[in-house]
């Protein structure tokens, strides 16, 4: 009786009951057709996503293969390469003249390794004789590694010059462990253009970490995933690596697969329906991608009856309540909307003045809130990045101090005067190395393995410099060694260990440092036998006072540690008459935090 009287006498509600009666009836009728309908542009629309991103994944590939082969390419028409190669064949060469050849090798292979992201390793390998490669190349290795009876060699003499492409493998000649890096490697014979002789073999490695993140970043699906193979069929690159140069197991599959004409395809992968698409490579490799077609096209028959249900309850809830509730709702809204165009425009003093208990009234107690967790975090955010704005601006400075430059050249140009010229030669060699250690970093980090790389080289300079045996002992953990630290972390360290530990004494000093893995992070030691520093001055630097003798180098150490590491992480210091302990305490902070 109430309903009837309200659809009577009110005109709002008579063309809401209207609309009602012709959306529940229509929907019955289009819901049908929308199945349909949908069911075909999804269809279309998933085929033609998966083909372009099996394009994406192969171009992206293909990028990363021709820079292989474009770095073999650059190295085999080398003519100073082929000539320092033929020359070791020779055997006619001096003790000097074969330093620089070698020289020449090494800087040439790790200079195409460290202008490359995806070049991992390059090897010049030959049969007898001095073979050549970058980074942690392994001449031992290689005398266990029998080059004559590798495929990958016999294959590269018949090409005669052609690339051999391999699969996903661990690196065999670098390295001390058993299981290096991961590559996919190019080799060819290398020949002398003079007379078109064998003199050699170029092998390229590229990073296989590297090729399998970017394939894993192309989702095809939820649980779809691409892998490469080869034209045999064989799978060459897959993050499952027990597949890795194997025939594709299911038959089906490998006949779609060497059937060169189809570009997409289903098949069936016990009991499950799997809908699959494959793209070649500049390599002349393939690139598939496999997913069960449930995953993209399996809910389509629950359309037609979510529509209508949906459709027709979301409908009358949305009259009801707009009829009932809409100024109600209508007015907080248009208040609460107000304040956030303000905040949008970015005034961060506005509060809403919503006070009813409903849904509203929360959200715009939670709006108030949110408003000032925004203020203390972009607060936060100004502090933390004028931390390490001065942080990293004391590293630039402390990276190679002036002051030191200017006092080693002038005791090179004494060395000189003084005719010491191999001293003065091997001092100015390791001041090369110095800057071209620090001078070749970018960003704020580098390894642990890298920073005690510069901390050798500028040890190398101060024994020339100060006339004094300076030894260095290391003892680094493996997992250790490629965690990330801030640049200059523990130079400092050794420079003040020898300026105020070593030098006054005018003896030899040994410098042990010793790295150990610790539950989320590591920790490392840095002892030095010097004379010690004094209980005031230690006290100072505990306190981290400004005007503490150790300067702008240590407190770099400080910042560092207290601004890119987590909770608990700190630097002790220890020292007495017999020498000084640095512990450095580096704790990992959470995801998004994290530096390794």
């Known amino acids: ?29 289009n819901s049908y057709f929308y199945y349909q309908s949908a069911s075909n542009v999804v269809k279309n629309n998933v085929r033609e996503s998966s083909l372009q991103i099996a394009r994406q994944a192969a171009d992206s590939l293909s990028f990363i293969f021709s820079l292989g082969s474009d770095t073999s390419d650059l190295l085999y028409s080398n003519e100073r390469l082929q000539e320092i190669v033929v020359e070791d064949t020779a055997e006619k060469l001096s003790f000097s003249e074969r330093g620089s050849n070698n020289e020449y090798m090494n800087t040439l292979l790790n200079s195409h390794v460290y202008s490359s ?26 005398t266990q590694y029998n080059l004559a009876q590798q495929d ?100 089906e599959l490998f006949q779609y697969i060497q059937n060169k004409r189809l570009i997409e395809f289903e098949f069936t992968h016990e009991g499950t329906p799997y809908y699959g698409v494959k793209q070649p490579m500049s390599n002349g490799w393939t690139v598939i991608g496999i997913v069960p077609i449930k995953e993209i096209t399996g809910e389509l028959s629950n359309v037609q009856m979510i529509t209508l249900f949906s459709t027709t309850i979301f409908t009358i809830v949305a009259i009801i309540i707009g009829l009932v509730a809409a100024h109600r709702v209508t007015e907080p809204i248009r208040l609460l909307t107000q304040q956030m165009k303000r905040v949008g425009e970015g005034n961060f003093n506005v509060r809403t ?97 890298e920073e005690l790389n510069i901390v050798e080289k500028f040890m190398a300079i101060m024994q020339i410099r100060y006339e004094q045996k300076f030894y260095l002992e290391l003892n680094i953990a493996d997992e250790v060694e490629d965690f990330l630290i801030p640049q200059m972390l523990i130079q400092p360290i050794v420079e ?28 490392l030691d840095i002892c030095d036998n010097g004379i010690g520093v004094k209980k005031e001055a230690l006290e100072k630097i505990k306190d981290q006072s400004p005007n503490s003798f150790l300067g702008i180098g240590l407190t770099h150490v400080y910042d560092s540690v207290n601004l890119y590491y987590g909770p608990g992480s700190k630097v002790e210091i220890d020292s007495n008459e017999n020498g000084t302990v640095v512990k450095l305490i580096l704790k990992q902070k959470g995801r998004g935090g994290t530096y390794v």
Do not use: C
């Open 1 to 29: 009786m109430m309903l009837r009287r309200m659809i009577k006498n009110r005109f709002a509600t008579k063309v809401v009951f209207a609309l009602l009666l012709v959306i529940f009836i229509s929907t019955i009728f």
């Open 117 to 142: 992201s995806f070049v991992r390793t390059i090897y010049v390998l030959k049969e007898d004789g001095t073979s050549w490669g970058s980074g942690t190349f392994s001449a031992y290795k290689l």
């Open 152 to 251: 990958w060699v016999r294959e590269s003499v018949v090409k005669d010059g052609q690339l051999v492409w391999e699969g996903l493998q661990y690196d065999q000649l670098s390295g001390a462990g058993q299981n290096t890096e991961l590559v996919v490697t190019l080799s060819r014979v290398l020949k002398n253009f003079n007379n078109l002789q064998n003199i050699g073999y170029i092998q390229v490695g590229l990073d296989g970490r590297v090729i399998l993140e970017k394939i894993d970043q192309i989702k095809l699906g939820k649980t779809g995933r691409f892998f490469v193979v080869d034209e045999k069929g064989e799978v060459m690159v897959d993050s499952v690596l027990e597949n890795i140069n194997r025939p594709v197991k299911n038959d």
């Open 353 to 449: 003045k919503v006070a009813s208990t409903d849904e509203i009234g929360l959200m715009s107690l939670q709006f108030n809130r949110m408003i000032n967790q925004v203020e203390k975090l972009l607060e936060q955010v100004k502090e933390v990045e004028s931390q390490k704005q001065k942080a990293e601006l004391r590293a630039i400075k402390h990276r190679i101090n002036p002051h030191f430059l200017f006092n080693t050249l002038s005791t090179i140009r004494w060395l000189i005067q003084l005719n010491q010229k191999e001293k003065a030669n091997t001092a100015m060699s390791a001041l090369i190395r110095l800057l071209e250690a620090n001078m070749g970093k970018k960003g704020t980090f580098v390894t642990v393995n």
């Open 496 to 523: 003040n260990a020898i300026f105020h530990g070593f030098v006054p004494t005018g003896k030899d000093g040994t410098i042990r440092i010793t790295g150990k893995k610790l539950d989320g992070g590591i920790v």
